[in-house]
């Protein structure tokens, strides 16, 4: 084979074609809300392509999907720009992964990461949330992490987002990230209903809540049982800010934000082991559809002294529990989750 700059021909060209592979899929997936290929197919690309810019780094360019967030908007929504960046997470796929994610951490940190802040991972959609003076002023979902779509008239049809935040204790300047979501059975009884109507029904809720925000006419985003958990900061000005992750989510909910009474803070690794299990095993019982575990290192001052990389925070990492492709029969048509 032909090497160019020390990478053998066949390397560059899988690497090409896994890069056109995935950047399609990101268009039908972030801006169509109608993938083509399963979760794990794409988890699957990327890992492949993570590899081989492991194994020859001179591939790993800034435009290499494996390098950037989400994907180029649409121009259904006007665009906006986050005050703070969005990031996605980096992905754990086993208990090794996850162990060489702590040592990594420790390592870095030069004492110990925990504790540790563990919460579902929920199949939703990004959203940032702005806050001025304690009014919501704008929502924006995560476009490519710097721009993103106006969305402020669709969310504003959210019951559960508040207007107005509540307390002495809202700062001037606040942008909140959070996941809109459809419950599982909001999502079945949509699908049921579109397919009465002879239209096309959503991949999995996850298609089905981006679907239902991401609509021109915002009376139809009201007509669906949007929820919204809040699991971040983006900017904080202008009032005392949290020093952990937990810390956050008390002040959050004091101001009126929903946040999500699934996580739980613990000391060790073995403790985030035994979360991970027990999802796993209840999967199915929480009333949304979640992928993973998120995990995250609680103290603020550990997780600026690990920063991100280019797509992704340091301090955190998801969990992905292992696909299941279950089938469900929707009025005799096939419908994979
Ligand atoms: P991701 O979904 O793996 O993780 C990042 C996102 O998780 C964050 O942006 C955040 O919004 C969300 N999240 C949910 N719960 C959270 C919590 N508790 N705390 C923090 N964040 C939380 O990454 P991604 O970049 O959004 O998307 C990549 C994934 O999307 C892929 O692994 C794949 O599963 C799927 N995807 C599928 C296709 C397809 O064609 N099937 C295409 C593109 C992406």
């Known amino acids: 084979s032909v090497e160019q700059d020390g990478v053998p021909a066949a390397a560059r060209e899988r690497h090409a074609e896994l890069s056109e592979l995935i950047n399609e899929a990101n268009w039908r997936y972030y801006v169509l809300d109608a993938p083509t290929v399963s979760d794990a197919e794409y988890d699957a690309w990327m890992r492949e392509i993570k590899e081989l810019e492991e194994a020859h780094p001179e591939l790993r360019t800034p435009d290499s999907p494996t390098q950037r967030v989400g994907a180029p908007i649409s121009t259904t929504f006007a665009k906006v720009r986050h005050v703070q960046r969005m990031e996605s997470l980096d992905n754990a796929f086993s208990d090794e992964e996850l162990a060489a994610w702590e040592a990594r951490t420790r390592r870095m940190l030069e004492r110990e990461p925990g504790p ?12 940032s ?69 002879g239209k096309q029904p959503f991949a999995n809720p996850r298609n089905s809540a981006a679907g239902s925000l991401r609509q021109k006419d915002p009376r139809i985003t009201a007509q669906r049982d949007l929820h919204v958990i809040c699991h971040g900061i983006g900017r904080w000005d202008g009032s005392e800010v949290p020093k952990a992750q937990s810390e956050t989510y008390e002040r959050f909910k004091a101001m009126g934000l929903p946040v999500s009474d699934l996580y739980r803070v613990v000391d060790t690794l073995d403790e985030v082991r035994e979360f991970i299990a027990y999802y796993q095993r209840h999967r199915h019982d929480t009333p949304y559809e979640i992928d993973g575990v998120v995990v995250k290192v609680d103290d603020f001052g550990k997780q600026r002294q690990l920063g991100s990389t280019a797509r992704a925070p340091r301090w955190a990492i998801a969990y992905k529990y292992p696909p299941v492709e279950v089938t469900t029969k929707l009025l005799g048509i096939e419908v994979s989750v």
Not at 120 to 127: P, R, S, V
């Open 116 to 127: 540790y802040l563990c919460e579902l991972k929920i199949d939703g959609l990004a959203i």
């Open 129 to 197: 949330l702005l806050y001025e003076k304690g009014r919501l002023v704008r929502a924006a979902t995560r476009g490519d992490g710097v721009v993103g779509e106006d969305v402020t008239h669709n969310v504003r049809t959210i019951a559960e987002v508040p207007y107005r935040l509540s307390g002495d204790d809202v700062p001037d300047l606040l942008e909140v990230r959070g996941e809109v979501y459809l419950t599982v059975a909001a999502f079945e009884e949509l699908n049921r209903r579109l397919l009465d109507e």
